[in-house]
């Protein structure tokens, strides 16, 4: 199974793709979609992000997706144009007929790193060690590959809970 993890974001969007072979996970790509905030215009900032995690998403072909939840913080208006963001990060896979997983920014921690208040450097760190070799081009592509690892590894869980509930049933 092919994973994207996505993490939103409206200046730079993080987005990681891994394959996932029973407990073996492989990194594939990262990078990260720009959106240049000088022209200040936010329907184009949002094309050019939706456009470039469609060439992404057409690249790559993932099976799945995950994204991260917005995080909210005092800045209503900065809060808003990122919950737009986010929606490019769901409507372009959604468009390809892709299952999305929704993950809380502590969730993804807790998975990758153990803890659900880890440090950016935590997380980038752990990253690496589940991919051994990984050039990471960026801390937003970071998130976004800890974002996928935790979708497989929910996925795993969740194929684990399948089978022995059909064991119990049969």
């Not at 996505?6 to 200046?11: A, E, F, W």
């Amino acid at each position: 199974m092919r994973v994207i993890g996505i993490d939103p974001g409206l200046r730079n969007l993080g987005w990681g793709v891994i394959d996932v072979a029973g407990s073996r996970i492989t990194h594939v790509a990262n990078g990260i979609c720009h959106s240049d905030g000088a022209d200040g215009d936010l329907a184009f900032r949002l094309c050019a992000l939706h456009r470039q995690l469609t060439d992404v998403v057409q690249t790559y072909q993932p099976d799945e997706a995950a994204v991260e939840h917005t995080f909210v913080n005092k800045d209503a208006v900065a809060t808003l144009k990122l919950g737009q963001a986010r929606g490019i990060a769901l409507l372009v896979p959604a468009q390809a007929g892709l299952t999305v997983g929704e993950y809380a920014p502590n969730a993804v921690k807790k998975t990758v790193v153990g803890v659900g208040h880890a440090a950016k450097v935590q997380v980038d760190h752990m990253v690496r060690l589940h991919l051994p070799g990984v050039i990471i081009v960026g801390p937003d592509a970071a998130d976004a590959l800890a974002i996928a690892i935790c979708h497989a590894h929910h996925m795993q869980s969740a194929g684990r809970l399948q089978a022995a509930m059909k064991r119990a049933a049969g």
